[in-house]
C-alpha cells in the first residue's frame, strides 16, 4: 500500500474544494458503530469534522481493497489506518486511537510471554508489514504469512495450519467474544500499538492544522471506539444473590485460599526435597570415582569431635563403609597406625587451639593394606548456636605412591652423599699414597740422570721420567678436578712478575721438550708493565697444563708461549697470554667437546698419547675463576693455538726471589733443539 499511496498523482491545485477523504468501511469493533458501517472512532473525528463545519467529501472503502491499494481516484486523505501503514512524505494529524496489537494462539499450546516466544514459527496477520521488521528482530525464523484476513487467520489458526495469529485486541476480542472460535485465547501482547490518524497528500497539509485543533477539542474518541466493543456481546441484568450466600461464598474461598497456600508449600517442600535427594546422590557418585574423600570434621566447645559429612571411597582409605565412620567417627581414628594415632591427635588439637588449618599425614589400614594419607582442611564458619566450636571442609587423600618416592629419593640422596664422601676419602688416599712415592720415582730418576750413564741407559731414564711425569700429570688433573667441583676459596691475587712466571713454566717442561726433540719457546711483548695484580699459582697451573698438553700431542717442531699487551689503561693491562703447537690438531666437530671433563678429541689420541681428559675443563674453570676467557683454534695437522684473555690491574714490581736472582734468564726460543 506505501507504494500505492506514494505514487498517487498530486496536483498544485488541488484541494480547492472539499477534502476527499476515504475510511475503511469493516464491521468490525474499530470500524463499526451503532448508526451502521462506520467506525465508532471513524464516526466520532468525522462528526467532530462535520460540527466544525469543515467541507469534506467522504467515501468507505473495504479495509482489504484499501490494504491492497485500490483508492478511489482523487483521493486527497485516508482515515482510521495506522500510522505504520502510511507512506513516510504523507502529513498526519495527532493520534486518535491507539489499539493494542496480541498474539492469538491455541488453548492447548505452550505459554509465551511475547514476540520472541515465535522462534521458528509460522505467522499470520491482517497487516504484516508492521510485524515483519519487529518478528526478525525479536524471533530469528519465524514465517510470517502474506496480507491474511483476521477470520481467515483464526480459521488456519484452529486448523493448526499456522502458529500464532498478531492482530488488534479490539477485532480479536470482538469476535473471541462472539464465540467463533473457543478454542483460541489471546496469549502475550505483541509489544506494538497500532496508532490509528489522518493523513493527506502533501498537498492538502494545509487542512491538518485545522483538523488537529478540532480532533482537541473533540469530545473522547477513545471512548466512543471502546464502547462499540461493548455492544458486540449481549448484556444481561445482574440478579442480587442472597447475603447467606455472600457470606458462604466467601467462607468457601477463604477455605480454598487455604487449602491452595497448604497444597502450594506442601509441593515445593516436596519438589526441595526430591532435588536435594538428587544431587546427593549425584555428588555421591562423583566422589565415590575420585582418589579423594571430603568431609566435614567439627570439633565442640566440650572437645567432643565427629564427622557429620564423608563423601567418596571411604573403604578403601580406612577399610569401613560412609556410613559407619560417619555414625562413629572414632572407628575412623581406630583405623589409624597406632604410631601416629597421638601425633595426629596432637596435630588436629593445636589447629583447634587456633582455628587454623589441618595438614597432616599419617598411615591408615584400608582395603589394600597400611595406605599413607594426607589430610587437609580449612577453618570455616561453626554452626554452633555460640559460634565456641571449630569446623575444617577438608579432604583425605592416598599419597602411598608419592610417599614411596619420596622415601626412595632419600635413600638415593644418602647413598650419593656416602658415595661422595667415599669418593673424597679415595682421592685424599690417593694423592697422599700414591703422590708421595710418584714424587719420589720422579726425584731420583732427576738424581740418576746426572750420573755417568752410557747413551742406551740414558734412553731408558728418558722413557722413565716422561711416563713417571704423565702419570703424576694425571694424577694432578684427577685431585685439581675434584677441588674445583667441591668448589675452591675465590682467587686470592698478589703482586706477581708475569715474565717470571712464564719463564718459569718454561723451565719446568723443558726436560719434557728436550726429551721429544721439540724446542719450547717463551716470547714476551717489550710492553708488559713491571708489576701485576693476579693469583700466580693458578695462572701457572693454567700455562703448565696448557704447555703440558701441546707438548704431549706435539711430535715435531715445537711449543710457544706468548704474552701479547692488546691495550692499556690508567689502572692495568688487557693482555693474551697464548700456548701454540705444532701437534696433530682438533676437528671443527670435537673442538668444543675438549672442554668438557674426560674427553679428548678423538679415541685414537687416547689410545696414542695417554692422559685423563681432564687438562683443559680444569684450565677453563681456573680461567673463569681469573675473570678471562679461554678459546681454542685448531687446524688438523697443522696444531693448536689456547688463548686466554685477561684484565691484569697493574702495581708495584715484586721483590726478585733469591731463585731469579741467582739462576740465568732462559732466552726466547734456547730451550729443546
Known amino acids: 500500500m506505501l507504494a500505492l499511496l506514494a505514487a ?172 467463533h472460535e473457543p478454542s483460541l485465547q489471546v496469549a502475550a501482547p505483541a509489544g506494538f500499538d497500532d496508532t490509528l490518524v489522518l493523513a493527506t497528500t502533501p498537498a492538502c497539509s494545509r487542512w491538518l492544522a485545522i483538523i488537529n485543533s478540532h480532533l482537541a477539542a473533540a469530545p473522547s474518541v477513545r471512548a466512543t471506539a471502546l464502547a462499540a466493543r461493548e455492544d458486540a456481546a449481549p448484556v444481561q441484568a445482574a440478579v442480587p444473590a442472597p447475603p447467606w450466600l455472600r457470606w458462604l461464598a466467601a467462607a468457601v474461598l477463604a477455605l480454598l485460599g487455604l487449602g491452595l497456600v497448604h497444597a502450594l508449600g506442601y509441593w515445593r517442600l516436596h519438589r526441595e526435597t526430591q532435588r536435594r535427594r538428587g544431587l546427593q546422590q549425584r555428588l555421591q557418585e562423583v566422589s565415590a570415582g575420585l582418589p579423594a574423600v571430603v568431609y566435614r570434621a567439627r570439633r565442640s566447645c566440650r572437645g567432643e569431635y565427629s564427622v557429620p559429612y564423608i563423601a ?42 587456633v582455628r587454623g588449618p589441618i595438614d597432616v599425614t599419617f598411615r591408615s589400614r584400608g582395603r589394600m593394606g597400611w595406605r599413607w594419607v594426607r589430610s587437609h582442611g580449612r577453618p570455616v564458619a561453626c554452626s554452633d548456636g555460640d559460634g ?38 679415595f682421592l685424599a688416599s690417593m694423592s697422599e699414597q700414591i ?55 675465590p682467587c686470592q691475587a698478589a703482586p706477581t712478575d708475569l715474565p717470571a712466571l712464564l719463564r718459569g713454566v718454561q723451565r719446568l717442561l723443558a726436560p719434557l721438550a728436550a726429551s721429544k726433540g721439540l724446542h719450547l719457546q717463551c716470547v714476551l711483548d717489550p710492553a708488559l708493565q713491571a708489576g701485576t695484580l693476579v693469583d700466580g699459582l693458578r695462572l701457572r697451573q693454567i700455562l703448565f697444563n696448557l704447555a703440558g698438553n701441546a707438548l704431549k700431542f706435539t711430535s715435531h717442531g715445537g711449543v710457544e708461549l706468548r704474552l701479547q699487551v692488546q691495550r692499556q689503561d690508567a689502572a692495568g693491562q688487557h693482555v693474551r697470554l697464548q700456548v701454540a703447537d705444532t701437534g696433530v690438531g682438533i676437528s671443527p666437530a670435537r673442538q668444543r667437546a675438549v672442554f668438557a671433563p674426560y674427553t679428548q678429541a678423538e679415541a685414537s689420541i687416547t689410545r696414542r698419547f695417554g692422559g685423563s681428559g681432564l687438562g683443559l675443563a680444569i684450565c677453563r674453570e681456573l680461567a673463569a675463576a681469573l675473570g678471562g676467557d679461554l678459546q681454542l683454534h685448531s687446524i688438523p695437522g697443522k696444531g693448536t693455538t689456547v688463548s686466554l684473555a685477561l684484565y691484569l690491574p697493574a702495581c708495584d714490581a715484586p721483590p726478585a726471589s733469591a731463585a731469579q736472582a741467582v739462576s740465568p734468564p732462559v732466552e726466547a726460543g734456547s730451550v729443546g733443539q
Not at 31 to 49: K, Q
Not at 400 to 411: D, F, G, I, V, W
Open 8 to 179: 498517487l498523482p498530486v496536483r498544485a491545485d488541488d484541494c480547492g474544494g472539499p477534502l476527499r477523504l476515504v475510511h475503511a468501511a469493516d464491521p468490525s469493533p474499530a470500524t463499526r458503530g451503532p448508526p451502521g458501517p462506520v467506525h465508532a472512532g471513524v464516526a466520532a473525528v468525522l462528526a467532530a469534522l462535520h460540527a466544525q463545519e469543515v467541507p469534506l467529501q467522504v467515501q468507505a472503502v473495504p479495509a482489504d481493497r484499501l490494504a491492497e491499494g485500490h483508492l478511489p481516484p482523487g483521493t486527497e486523505a485516508v482515515l482510521g489506518w495506522s500510522r505504520q501503514q502510511l507512506p513516510p512524505q504523507w502529513p498526519i494529524s495527532t493520534t486518535y486511537l491507539d489499539i493494542p496489537q496480541v498474539i492469538v494462539r491455541r488453548r492447548d499450546d505452550p505459554p509465551i510471554l511475547d514476540l520472541g516466544g515465535l522462534r521458528g514459527q509460522s505467522v499470520a496477520s491482517p497487516d504484516p508489514a508492521t510485524l515483519a521488521p519487529l518478528l526478525a528482530r525479536q524471533a530469528p525464523g519465524a514465517l510470517l504469512l502474506p496480507p491474511t484476513p483476521l477470520e481467515t487467520a483464526l480459521r488456519l489458526l484452529v486448523a493448526a495450519q499456522v502458529d500464532a495469529v498478531v492482530a488488534n485486541l479490539v477485532d480479536v476480542d470482538h469476535l473471541l467474544r462472539q464465540g
Open 312 to 353: 567418596g571411597d571411604v573403604h578403601a582409605l580406612f577399610g569401613m563403609s560412609v556410613d559407619a565412620a560417619r555414625v562413629d567417627h572414632r572407628r575412623l581414628l581406630a583405623a589409624v597406625h597406632p604410631d601416629d594415632r597421638g601425633p595426629v591427635m596432637a596435630h588436629v588439637d593445636a589447629a583447634a587451639l
Open 388 to 425: 565456641s566450636g571449630v569446623e575444617w571442609s577438608g579432604y583425605w587423600m592416598d599419597v602411598t605412591e608419592a610417599q614411596m618416592r619420596a622415601s626412595a629419593l632419600n635413600a638415593s640422596r644418602r647413598e650419593a652423599e656416602q658415595a661422595v664422601v667415599a669418593k673424597a676419602h
Open 435 to 489: 703422590g708421595a712415592p710418584m714424587n719420589t720415582v720422579v726425584g731420583m730418576l732427576n738424581d740418576l740422570a746426572g750420573t755417568a750413564l752410557d747413551p742406551r741407559q740414558r734412553q731408558l731414564l728418558a722413557t722413565l721420567e716422561e711416563a713417571a711425569i704423565m702419570l703424576r700429570q694425571i694424577l694432578d688433573d684427577v685431585l685439581d678436578s675434584e677441588r674445583q667441583q667441591a668448589g675452591e676459596p
